[in-house]
C-alpha cells in the first residue's frame, strides 16, 4: 500500500483527507512543516505522495516545499497543494517550486481521489522508467567496454600476425625479423617528429600506428622473387635488378589477394608502403616512377627508413656504413632523393635513429 | 432538528460537504468537529493581542476549515477578514471582524441546537 502523508495545521482537516484517502493508502498525519520534513527524513523512500497545505504556524508549505527541492526529493515524491489560497499568484509560486498539483479548498473527495491516484501513477512509471534506463545505460557501458577490449585485443593480434608475416619474407634473406622491427621504430621516430613539424601531412597518432604497422610489409613481395635473384651476393646485373624492382608489385598482388583481411585504411597504407617505398622524389625511383607529392608520405617516410637499415646493416652484398655515412649518403642524395621536409625532419631525429640502430644491433649480437 | 434544517438556517451547503466526505453520517461527524475547533478563538486572541500576522493565519485556517465544511456564509466572512489581514497589517474595516463573530456566532448556535435535539 502506498503511503500518503497529510500535511496541515487543522485536525479537522487532516481528518477530512485521511477519511477520503484511508481506503487506497495508508496514511501518515504531519500537524506542520516541521513534522512533516522529519517524517520525510525518517520515512524517506516510504512516502509515496504528499498532500500539502500552504498557510501553518512556524515552518509554512512554501517553506517545505524549498527544504524539499534542497534535497531533491520533489523529483520522487510529488506534492500536491490543498489551500484555502485563492490569489493566483500563490498558485503559480507552487508550481515554480515544483509541486505537480493544486487544489482549492473546498475540495470534492473524488476529485482528490484522482488526482493523487494520477500523481502516484505518473511518479512510480516514471521511477520504474529511469530505473530501467540506468541498467540499460549500464549494461550497454558495459557491452561497450568489452567490445573495445576485444578490437584492442584484435588490433594487436592483427599487428603481430603481419609482423610474423613480414618476417617469415625476410627469413628468406637469411636475416632474422630484425630488419622489420628497426624499420618499424625508425618509421616511427620520423612520422611523429614530421607530425610535430608538418602539419600540411595531416599525419595523426592514430594514422601513424597504422602506418608504423603497415610498415612491416613494405618487403612482402621480395618472397616472389627467385633466390638466384634475392640472395646473389654479388653485383645484380640489369635483369636481375629489373627482377628485383618487381617485388613493389609483386607485393601489391599479394595484398590485393587478401583483399577483406583489414580495414580500407589499413588495406590502403599498406598498398601505399609495399608499392611506393623505392620511389623518389625526383621521380627516378620504381616502379611507377612517382614524383615529389605524388608519392603518399607513409611511402616516403618508409623509404628512408628502410635506406637508412639497409646501410647501417650488413647484407649478403655489402659491409655495413658507420651512422654518419649513413645519414650523408642520405642527405646527399646517394640513395635516392628524398623531399627536403622530410630530410629535415630526418635530421632532427638523427640521435634517436643512431642510438635505435646501436641498440638493435647489440640486442641482435647478445 | 435535522442537519439539513441546521444547514438551511445559516444557508450552509450541506450537500457540497456530503459530496466531499461522501457520505451523510461522516458530513454529520465533520461538522460537528466544528464545535471544538480553535481556530476561531485563535483568530479573536491574535487581534485582541494586535498580531495581525497570527490573525491573518487563523482567519485563512477558518475560511479552509469552513469551506470544507459547506458553512457559507462564515467561509464568506472570514474570507474578507483574511484578505483585509494579508501581509499583517490591522484591518481598516473593523466592521470585518464584527461581521465574521457575528456569522461565527450563528453558526455555532445553529449547530449546538441541532446537536441537542439528536
Known amino acids: 500500500m502506498y503511503k500518503a502523508l497529510i500535511v496541515d495545521d487543522l485536525e479537522i482537516n487532516r481528518e477530512l483527507l485521511a477519511e ?8 501518515v498525519l504531519a500537524e ?3 513534522q512533516a520534513l522529519d517524517i520525510l527524513t525518517t520515512e524517506d523512500n516510504g512516502i509515496s505522495v504528499v498532500l500539502l497545505d500552504l498557510v501553518m504556524p512556524g515552518m509554512d508549505g512554501y517553506q517545505v516545499l524549498e527544504e524539499m527541492s534542497s534535497r531533491s526529493l520533489l523529483d520522487r515524491i510529488p506534492v500536491l497543494v490543498i ?12 508550481f515554480d517550486m515544483g509541486v505537480m498539483d493544486f487544489i482549492h479548498k473546498p475540495f470534492d473527495s473524488v476529485l482528490i481521489r484522482k488526482r493523487v491516484e494520477n500523481m502516484v501513477e505518473l511518479v512510480d512509471y516514471k521511477n520504474q522508467l529511469e530505473e530501467k534506463v540506468r541498467e540499460q545505460t549500464d549494461t550497454l557501458r558495459e557491452q561497450n567496454g568489452l567490445l573495445r577490449e576485444q578490437a584492442r585485443k584484435l588490433k594487436e593480434r592483427n599487428t603481430k600476425m603481419i609482423d610474423v608475416l613480414g618476417a617469415v619474407v625476410e627469413s628468406r634473406n637469411l636475416e632474422s625479423g630484425e630488419h622489420i622491427k628497426r624499420v618499424k621504430g625508425f618509421t616511427r621516430l620520423l612520422g611523429e617528429q614530421l607530425m610535430q613539424e608538418c602539419p600540411e601531412y595531416g599525419l595523426t597518432q592514430e594514422k601513424m600506428e597504422i602506418i608504423v604497422s603497415a610498415a612491416a610489409l613494405h618487403d612482402v613481395g621480395k618472397i616472389a622473387i627467385p633466390d638466384s635473384v634475392l640472395l646473389k651476393p654479388g653485383k645484380l646485373t640489369k635483369e636481375e635488378f629489373e627482377e628485383m624492382k618487381t617485388h613493389t608489385i609483386r607485393g601489391c598482388e599479394i595484398l590485393d589477394n587478401v583483399e577483406g583481411a583489414w580495414d580500407e585504411e589499413y588495406g590502403r597504407y599498406c598498398y601505399e608502403i609495399c608499392r611506393y617505398h623505392h620511389e623518389r622524389y625526383d621521380g627516378r625511383g620504381y616502379p611507377d616512377g612517382l614524383c615529389g607529392e605524388e608519392i603518399p608520405v607513409a611511402a616516403q617516410i618508409v623509404g628512408i627508413a628502410d635506406v637508412y637499415d639497409a646501410l647501417v646493416s650488413e647484407r649478403v652484398y655489402k659491409g655495413a656504413f658507420t651512422e654518419e655515412e649513413a645519414f650523408n649518403m642520405i642527405q646527399g642524395g646517394e640513395c635516392g632523393l628524398f623531399s627536403d621536409r622530410i630530410l629535415a625532419g630526418f635530421a632532427h631525429v638523427r640521435a634517436a635513429f643512431k642510438e635505435l640502430a646501436l641498440n638493435q644491433k647489440n640486442h641482435a649480437a647478445q | 432538528m435535522t442537519l439539513r434544517e ?3 438556517s445559516i444557508q450552509g451547503d450541506l450537500d457540497g ?6 457520505g451523510e453520517e461522516r458530513a454529520e461527524r465533520f461538522s460537528m468537529k466544528f464545535l471544538n475547533d480553535q481556530s476561531y478563538s485563535q483568530l479573536m486572541d491574535a487581534i485582541g493581542q494586535g498580531d495581525f500576522e497570527n490573525a491573518f493565519r487563523a482567519a485563512h485556517t477558518l475560511k479552509g476549515v469552513c469551506a470544507n465544511l459547506g458553512f457559507t456564509k462564515l467561509q464568506e466572512a472570514a474570507a474578507e477578514l483574511t484578505e483585509a489581514m494579508r501581509g499583517g497589517t490591522k484591518p481598516e474595516n473593523t466592521e470585518l471582524i464584527e461581521q465574521t463573530k457575528a456569522e461565527y456566532e450563528r453558526t455555532m448556535q445553529a449547530l449546538m441546537a441541532y446537536q441537542s435535539s439528536r
Do not use: F, T
Request: glycine share 6%; proline share 0%.
Open chain 1, 20 to 27: 477520503i484517502l484511508e481506503d487506497e493508502y495508508s496514511i
Open chain 1, 32 to 34: 506542520n512543516g516541521q
Open chain 1, 83 to 94: 489551500s484555502a489560497e485563492s490569489a493566483v499568484m500563490a498558485e503559480r509560486r507552487c
Open chain 2, 6 to 8: 441546521c444547514y438551511e
Open chain 2, 17 to 22: 460537504l456530503i459530496g466531499r466526505v461522501m
